[in-house]
């Protein structure tokens, strides 16, 4: 069992106060997507009313949210279908660098996961009921078609997502590039 750390500084600057530890750690916001295929291996791409680009479906984990309840209140709010979430198919670091964010939000960067949405019939996608005012249209799109229709960030992390899907893992990504495990080799 570890014991919390002092309030005070330690001697002889071995270990930080509580205050100096807290002021240390980074501050990012959480996100979460949810990739969504059909039976031929399209992915669900939501046409947006905010942006230029299309998103998987997906959000901001509130305060005091878990992310796999997050990914469920997304899809629930966007697509009016109750999908559990069980399964992580990658995790991305988005650095605070990341063009396009208006300078007034204080962009800190952001950790988004990816969960795996499943394969979904036609039944399933007759289901869908789209949030008025937010969601414009829903298209299933061939993967090689991503890069044209998402942020580069974006499709690289649903790509990635994909791939961990495929073999049965999971990636850890930084900006939508695999750290771990390795990328695949170029086709």
């Known amino acids: 069992m570890t014991s919390p750390l002092p309030s005070d500084p330690a001697p002889h600057g071995t270990a930080m106060s509580a205050a100096a530890y807290g002021a240390s750690r980074a501050t990012l916001w959480t996100g979460v ?3 969504i295929t059909d039976t031929a291996g399209r992915i669900l791409l939501q046409r947006v009313t ?20 997050a990914a469920a209140r997304e899809v629930l709010e966007e697509l009016a279908v109750h999908l559990p979430i069980s399964r992580a198919l990658a995790v991305d670091w988005i650095p605070s660098t990341t063009p396009g964010f208006d300078p007034a939000t204080r962009f800190p960067g952001e950790m ?18 789209l949030r008025q005012g937010e969601i414009e249209g829903v298209d299933f ?14 499709a690289r992390r649903a790509l990635a997502a994909l791939h961990a899907r495929d073999i049965d893992g999971a990636v850890v990504l930084e900006d939508g590039r695999p750290i771990t495990p390795p990328p695949p080799p170029p086709s």
Request: glycine share 10%.
């Open 141 to 154: 799109v061939d993967p090689g078609d991503l890069p044209a229709l998402m942020a580069p960030g974006n």
């Open 112 to 129: 988004i996961y990816v969960f795996d949405g499943g394969t979904w019939d036609s039944e399933q996608i007759a289901a869908i009921r």
């Open 33 to 35: 997507s949810v990739l």
């Open 50 to 69: 905010y942006r230029t680009t299309r998103l998987l479906p997906g959000g901001a984990v509130d305060a005091e949210e878990a992310p796999t309840w």
